[in-house]
């Protein structure tokens, strides 16, 4: 019996002999032998689908019992090594081999992987969760007996090697006569070895369910080839591992997989993308502003926030990433920071990006820790080693990570992931180990105020609330405030009933992923020409839908969601570049942004003017580069990026300063308008004041409208006027005689008026500026063909109606 069986051994290891020793045929693995020789290198690489082709009846035999196969293949390969160098070969005891390809239904997730699997050969794809330390394995003992001048070896096999029977795992301290014996480590032989915890990719998880992981024995050449975070590709013997409880084994076993082949899977999502879904792409990129429809396509059921739908599509797209030569890291990933009033639909905007994003890990503040975000080390519980346990943050690398509740995080927690969000990785120095670990992933958080509602009475970063260290590492910050306006709330109210009404299935937790829903992802091979063949073309639009699209008209056509991520997925591998005249205005434009910032240094911004404020203009201008998918930034992606920054930095601070000013007044005049904040104002005046913002909302930049305001304007110049008498000691009487011996003379008509004011505030837009000397406006108003007489009326004209203040030669905007 045991004659036959070697002999069918010999035959089995002749087969493979012959497949590996292919010079007369392509000559491919006896290239691969003769490159691992000069690699000196133990491993072969086999694909099998080539061993499928030669020798099926092996192949099936090596996927359904790995465990008694393996060991002759390596036979195999140890004797072709032998052929093609004999020295080689003499100096390992020891060559292995892995495998790649289809493995079809033997291509298994760790919640797939269940006991009929046990002795097979498997194909096991997922995320590297934990990883432990490297430590050697003895392999091979030397010994010496000084009494007797003689040498002894023992060989040591354990539970995962192939072996049939594991050897004693004891060092030998006596001969057989007695004698004592020295142990020579520097003989002996040993092997390092490691053990991963692979789990399930979060996106492939079902619904409402924990994911499943599995242990991985790594040794020899394949340790330390990946790292918490990374998503690989294993190939393995599937077995049990027996346990011992008080020295009986016990019917409890434990599972891993034995590795002999591990590949790293790309971190970008994978789609599946057809010619015919790139034609469409491209034909929407060139249509009329495909950035304002992209950014209306975005959660549909989410009544207006047209701006921050803006910065949550610039998030999906990102910028560029670029690694210096001397090793720095410029990231291309755009941060926002979401804080505003309870039922604003921040949780929503969030959940949605979980639905589009290809990768996104959902996590609250509340339910996460510092180390839960970025990574922990850990001690097994069996074997005692520490081992490192990535975090959510280095899980969700190259996607996005949605933190609700962000307020409710604590300062250390917070103060964990400053390096994540800027430099992108993970620094570890913990219990002896320190690793470093990848997390460029992008960040959408969302928060309440401190006091739980937005205090108008109160600056914006009393609101906030957090340190300028993580408000600067956030591109945009938006402050969302629920305010009460009748027609508005009206909206919203009829907006609401309607999705009540329809229920869009893009929008809602599905049921559970199937478990082979993605059957193309579970295999290393390309899709089948009939599958490819069966699978249909792709909408661009939704179909138009009174409930769910409301009153907008067919014009206005929504993207749906499966283009929307089609377009995303190539628009982000697009890599534009700055024009000169984008960064002239960009460079212009950051130093106009810290000179007003260094000019008001009280005034209530929702965040710090930095040099990170620079780098977040040139990514969002990359990202609307993007958007219409092309390869050179110009001066209007770079004006829309400025215009996204001055609505999220300044939009609320202005109108939060003047509620300030005039409530601190209320004091001193009466006659300020009902818009001033004042609490002793009956209700006309306050509902007068809840109504007043409604134009701030829509127009940021309101303080250069000089055809309104008027009142306001009045209130504001009396103000001034009074405290300027103050202080130069002269009493109220004597105030117009002042004024107007300063006013400069001249006459100008109606019409010419008009036209006048209409350039007068173009001007001061233009310039982004609250005062200009007259000169200069003399000068460009010449260009526009005024006289200088007519200049000096209409500034005199607009100083006695209360729009402007004149004095010393310089023109103040009120």
Do not use: W
């Not at 739908?309 to 001397?326: D, H, I, S, T, Y």
């Not at 004011?757 to 406006?777: D, W």
């Amino acid at each position: 019996m045991d004659d036959d069986q070697t002999r069918l051994q010999l035959d089995i290891q002749r087969e493979y002999v012959e497949f590996i020793d292919d010079t007369n045929d392509q000559g491919i693995y006896i290239e691969k032998i003769k490159d691992m020789v000069r690699k000196s290198s133990q491993r072969l690489i086999i694909n099998i689908n080539d061993l499928r082709k030669r020798l099926p009846v092996r192949c099936t035999r090596l996927l359904d019992n790995g465990f008694d196969e393996l060991p002759i293949a390596m036979k195999a390969v140890r004797e072709v090594v032998a052929t093609v160098d004999s020295e080689y070969a003499k100096s390992h005891d020891e060559f292995y081999i892995g495998f790649e390809g289809s493995f079809g239904a033997k291509h298994v997730t760790p919640r797939s992987l269940t006991s009929r699997h046990l002795a097979n050969t498997v194909c096991i794809e997922g995320i590297v969760t934990k990883c432990s330390i490297i430590r050697p394995k003895v392999v091979r003992s030397v010994h010496y007996c000084p009494a007797t001048k003689k040498s002894m070896e023992r060989k040591y096999n354990d539970i995962t090697s192939f072996d049939v029977f594991p050897s004693v795992n004891i060092y030998p301290t006596k001969d057989d006569d007695g004698n004592l014996l020295e142990t020579e480590y520097g003989l002996s032989k040993y092997r390092d070895h490691q053990t991963l915890t692979i789990q399930e990719m979060p996106e492939k998880a079902p619904t409402g369910q924990l994911p499943r992981s599995v242990d991985v024995f790594l040794d020899n050449d394949l340790v330390d080839l990946c790292k918490p975070g990374d998503r690989v590709l294993i190939v393995g013997v599937y077995r049990c591992l027996p346990g011992k409880q008080g020295g009986f084994t016990t019917g409890i076993f434990r599972t891993m997989v034995l590795g002999n082949s591990v590949t790293k899977l790309s971190k970008d999502a994978n789609l599946t993308i057809n010619v015919d879904d790139v034609k469409e792409c491209k034909k929407f990129s060139k249509t009329t502003n495909p950035f304002d429809v992209l950014a209306k396509s975005l959660a549909p059921t989410i009544y207006g926030h047209e701006q921050i739908k803006k910065a949550v599509l610039c998030l999906l797209l990102g910028g560029v990433e670029k690694v210096l030569p001397n090793g720095t890291r410029l990231r291309g990933d755009i941060n926002v920071l979401l804080i505003g009033d309870p039922s604003v639909a921040k949780s929503q905007m969030l959940r949605y990006v979980a639905n589009v994003a290809p990768r996104v890990i959902m996590t609250t503040g509340r339910g996460s820790s510092g180390v839960g975000l970025t990574a922990a080390v850990t001690t097994d519980m069996e074997t005692g080693d520490r081992r490192l346990e990535a975090g959510a943050m280095v899980l969700a690398d190259r996607g996005i990570v949605c933190i609700d509740e962000f307020d409710k995080m604590s300062d250390a927690d917070r103060t964990s992931i400053h390096e994540v969000m800027e430099q992108g990785r993970v620094t570890i120095a913990k219990a002896g180990i320190h690793a470093r670990l990848n997390a460029r992933t992008a960040v959408l958080a969302a928060a309440n105020p401190v006091y739980g509602r937005y205090d108008p009475y109160k600056t914006p970063m009393d609101n906030i609330g957090l340190q300028d260290s993580l408000l600067s590492r956030f591109d945009l910050l938006f402050t969302i405030l629920d305010e009460v306006e009748q027609e508005r709330d009206r909206t919203i109210a009829d907006h609401v009933l309607r999705i009540h009404r329809f229920r869009n299935a893009g929008e809602q937790d599905g049921e559970a992923t199937p478990l082979f829903e993605n059957d193309q992802t579970l295999s290393t091979a390309d899709l089948d020409e009939e599958q490819r063949k069966g699978n249909e073309k792709t909408s661009t639009y939704e179909k138009h839908d009174p409930l769910l699209h409301g009153k907008r008209g067919r014009r206005d056509k929504i993207l749906s969601m499966e283009f929307m991520k089609k377009y995303i997925h190539i628009a982000k591998c697009i890599k534009p570049v700055l024009s000169s005249e984008a960064s002239r205005v960009i460079a212009d434009e950051y130093t106009k942004l810290r000179q007003k910032d260094n000019d008001s240094p009280d005034m209530g911004r929702t965040q710090p003017i930095t040099a990170r404020t620079l780098e977040t203009l040139i990514r969002l201008s990359t990202a609307h580069a993007k958007a219409r998918m092309s390869k050179l930034i110009t001066r209007e992606d770079a004006q829309n990026a400025i215009d996204l920054i001055h609505f999220a930095v300044f939009r609320k601070v202005m109108e939060k300063e003047k509620k300030r000013r005039r409530a601190g007044n209320e004091s001193e005049d009466d006659g300020v308008d009902g818009d001033s904040g004042n609490e002793g104002g009956n209700d006309d005046e306050n509902r007068e004041g809840s109504q007043r913002p409604k134009r701030s909302r829509q127009q940021p930049a309101d303080q250069y409208d000089l055809e309104n305001n008027t009142e306001e304007a009045v209130g504001t110049l009396k103000e001034l006027r009074r405290a300027a008498n103050r202080d130069a000691g002269q009493p109220d009487s004597e105030e117009m005689d002042t004024e107007e011996s300063e006013q400069p003379s001249g006459t100008i008509s109606d019409s010419r008026y008009t036209l006048f004011k209409q350039r007068l505030a173009a001007m001061f837009s233009n310039e982004r500026a609250e005062s200009l000397p007259m000169p200069s406006i003399v000068e460009t108003m010449q260009q526009h063909e005024f006289e200088e007489d007519e200049v000096e009326a209409g500034i005199a004209k607009m100083n006695t109606e209360g729009k402007v203040v004149y004095s010393e030669g310089i023109v103040f905007i009120i």
